[in-house]
């Protein structure tokens, strides 16, 4: 449940980057998920990867060797490293890539 929370977060970041760039208003800050619904990967995690991320970071492509299709894969990473830090998630590559925190934005 805690990883998924951590994917939701940079989900969500990805879905409202496309504002904040034009604004250039970076890095995007990110809001604490609030809810208490529980996430579900495929409901909740997946549409948005899938309209933000999948084009490029899919099994048969995976630019930059990152697979985003499934939690396991999300959390192996690509070439480089690890994709989600469950220790500290705001370090996460994943994340400070989709906020603008460190380049290249994704």
């Known amino acids: 449940m ?3 929370t ?3 977060m940079i989900a969500t970041s990805v879905s409202v980057l496309q504002q904040v760039v034009r604004a250039q208003e970076l890095p995007i800050p990110i809001e ?3 809810t208490d ?3 579900i990967f495929s409901e909740s995690i997946m549409p948005m990867l899938k309209r933000n991320c999948l084009a490029c970071h899919h099994e048969k492509e995976a630019e930059g060797g ?3 299709e499934t939690i396991e894969s999300s959390h192996n990473g690509g070439d480089s490293g690890s994709s989600v830090n469950i220790d500290s998630p705001a370090m996460s590559l994943l994340l ?3 906020t603008g925190e460190e380049e290249p934005l994704m």
């Open 66 to 68: 990152l697979i985003l």
């Open 2 to 4: 805690i990883r998924l």
């Open 6 to 8: 951590y994917l939701v």
């Open 32 to 34: 604490e998920v609030q």
């Open 37 to 39: 619904a529980e996430i």
């Open 96 to 98: 400070t890539r989709t």
